[in-house]
C-alpha cells in the first residue's frame, strides 16, 4: 500500500527535505500542502534538477521550485478515470483530492512500470589500469575490486537490470579475461553481454567506435565502469529523449571557496574586497547518453574522450543537455574513495 502522506511537505520546507522524501518514499513526487492539507504544488525529479541548474542551494525552499498548478484527479472518480487522465497528460502520478483540493490520495503507475524492459544499450568502460589504486590492481582489474560483498562492476550491472535494462557491452583492456571470465555471457544474471576489447587504450569515447554497426536505432547509455551511484537511469533515459539533443552529460554540483579575500580593482584602484568568495560549477560526472548516429564520427581507432568528442559537437552545433545529480554518486579512483564505498555500502547509502 502506498504511504502518500509522508510525500506531503510544506511549501516552506527546503529543498533537501524534498530529496529526502523522493529518495526515501519512492513514489517520484512530493505533494506540498497548506496546513489545511489542501494542494498547493508538487515536486518531481524534474523540478529539482532544475533548481540546480539554477544553482539553488540544498537550503532553498521548495516554494521556488513547485509546480504550482498540478493535475489532479477527483476523489470520486473511478479507478479507469484517474488512469485514462495519467495516460493523456503523461503522468507517473497524480494527486487525489476532495472537492476543497484537500489530499486523500496518490495514484501512481509502478506497478505498470515495474516489469518494463529497456531494450537500450548499456556501454559500461571498464579497461582502465586503475593505476592510483595500486597495489590493489597489480593482480585484479580495478572493476572486480570488491565493494561489500560484489565487484564494482557487478553492483553497477545490479543497478541497471533492476532499472529493467538487459543489453549490455563492456569495454575491456587490462586484465580482460579476468573480467570476461567473471562475468561470462550475461545468462547467470538474466542478460546479454558483450565484449568490446581494446588491443590499446582508447580512451573514455575511443571504444565506441568498436561497437557493431547495426547495434540499435536507440540512445545509448554510456558509464565509467568504476562509478558507484543511485541515480534513477530510467528518469536519465525520459530526460534525455524529453529534450531531444544529440547527447547528454550527467553533471555534480562542485562549489569552491577561495580561501582569500579577492580584490577587484581598475586602473590600480580597488573598486570591491569579496571576502572568500564561493564559485559554483558542473562537473562531468561520468554518465552520458548519446544518440547512435554520433558513433559514426568515432573510428575505433584513435585515441578519444568523452569531453574532447563532446566538445568538438558542441562545436558543430550539436546539443548536448546536462542532467544535473543530486543522488548519490562516488568515482573510486583511490584507496580512500575504495575505503569510502566499502563504509557506505554497509550503511546502506549505496
Excluded at 527535505?17 to 489542501?38: F, P, Q, T, W
Excluded at 549490455?168 to 573480467?179: G, L, N, Q, R, V
Aim: proline letters at 4%; a neutral charge.
Amino acid at each position: 500500500m502506498i504511504n502518500w502522506k509522508n510525500s506531503i511537505l510544506k511549501k516552506t520546507d527546503t529543498m533537501r527535505s524534498a530529496i529526502k522524501v523522493l529518495n526515501k518514499e519512492s513514489l517520484g513526487i512530493v505533494m506540498v500542502a497548506d496546513k489545511d492539507r489542501r494542494l498547493i504544488g508538487t515536486v518531481t525529479d524534474g523540478d529539482i534538477r532544475r533548481g540546480l541548474i539554477k544553482h539553488l542551494s540544498m537550503d532553498a525552499i521548495i516554494a521556488e521550485i513547485m509546480f504550482t498548478d498540478p493535475t489532479v484527479a477527483l476523489a470520486s472518480d473511478s479507478k479507469r478515470d484517474v488512469f485514462s487522465k495519467m495516460k493523456l497528460h503523461s503522468l507517473l502520478q497524480i494527486p487525489i483530492v476532495d472537492s476543497s483540493k484537500k489530499i486523500v490520495g496518490l495514484e501512481v503507475l509502478q506497478h505498470l512500470l515495474k516489469n518494463r524492459k529497456y531494450d537500450n544499450p548499456v556501454f559500461l568502460m571498464a579497461g582502465g589500469f586503475g593505476k592510483r589504486l595500486q597495489p590493489l590492481t597489480n593482480f585484479t582489474p580495478k572493476p572486480l575490486l570488491k565493494v561489500g560483498s560484489k565487484p564494482i562492476l557487478e553492483n553497477i550491472l545490479i543497478k541497471f537490470i533492476a532499472a529493467g535494462f538487459h543489453n549490455f557491452y563492456i569495454s575491456t583492456h587490462y586484465k580482460a579475461d579476468m573480467i570476461q571470465k567473471h562475468f561470462g555471457s550475461g545468462s547467470n544474471l538474466g542478460v546479454t553481454i558483450e565484449y568490446v576489447h581494446e588491443e590499446y587504450p582508447l580512451g573514455t569515447a575511443g571504444g565506441l567506435g568498436l561497437l557493431p554497426d547495426n547495434i540499435t536505432d536507440l540512445p545509448l547509455i554510456i558509464m565509467n565502469g568504476d562509478l558507484l551511484t543511485k541515480v534513477d537511469f530510467t528518469e536519465l533515459l525520459r530526460f534525455h529523449e524529453l529534450k531531444g539533443g544529440d547527447a547528454t552529460m550527467c553533471v555534480r554540483k562542485y562549489d569552491f571557496q577561495v580561501p582569500y579575500g579577492v580584490i577587484e580593482e581598475k586602473n590600480g584602484q580597488i573598486t570591491s574586497i569579496n571576502e572568500k568568495p564561493v564559485h559554483k560549477f558542473f562537473v562531468n560526472a561520468g554518465i552520458y547518453v548519446i544518440n547512435p548516429i554520433m558513433l559514426k564520427d568515432i573510428d575505433g581507432v584513435d585515441y578519444l574522450d568523452m569531453p574532447q568528442f563532446l566538445e568538438r559537437k558542441i562545436e558543430s552545433h550539436s546539443q548536448i543537455n546536462m542532467f544535473p545529480m543530486h543522488e548519490y554518486w562516488l568515482d573510486i579512483g583511490q584507496i580512500s574513495q575504495l575505503d569510502r564505498a566499502h563504509k557506505d555500502i554497509e550503511k546502506g547509502l549505496v
